[in-house]
């Protein structure tokens, strides 16, 4: 599985964004889609996900403001952003499991990784 992540920029506080993550190869083994971010002296951190039934997480500080879209047509989830400010800024990073919210899967678990897209939030 390859992710291609893009939409990334630098935006004003209170601007929206919107990412977009394009999977490509074997799109079938795919269980759930999601961001993360990592910004400068913070962990990692994921800020939404969605599994192939279509259920939604989102992390405390984007609840409200985030909104995670998946097509199953053209394998892309994208990731709505709202009234952003300068502490969203990060690298976003694309990512894809095998294994979703699947309790019973045995493995082999794998992840994958898009390159990362950068988003800037001046104040």
């Known amino acids: 599985v390859q992710l291609q992540a893009s939409g990334g920029g630098l935006v004003k506080t209170g601007d929206s964004l919107r990412l977009s993550c394009t999977a490509t190869?074997?799109?079938?083994?795919?269980?759930?889609t999601g961001w993360w971010r990592h910004a400068p002296k913070r962990p990692r951190e994921s800020v939404a996900s969605?599994?192939?039934?279509?259920?939604?997480e989102y992390d405390d500080s984007m609840k409200g403001r985030a909104t995670i879209y998946r097509d199953s047509v053209k394998n892309t989830v994208d990731l709505q952003m709202s009234n952003l400010n300068p502490e969203d800024s990060a690298v976003y990073y694309c990512?894809?499991?095998?294994?979703?919210?699947?309790?019973?899967?045995?493995?082999?678990?794998?992840?994958?990784w898009g390159q990362g897209t950068h988003v800037t939030v001046s104040s």
């Open positions: 190869g074997d799109v079938g083994s795919i269980k759930r």
């Open positions: 990512n894809a499991d095998n294994y979703g919210t699947d309790l019973d899967f045995e493995g082999p678990f794998l992840d994958y």
């Open positions: 969605i599994t192939n039934d279509g259920v939604r």
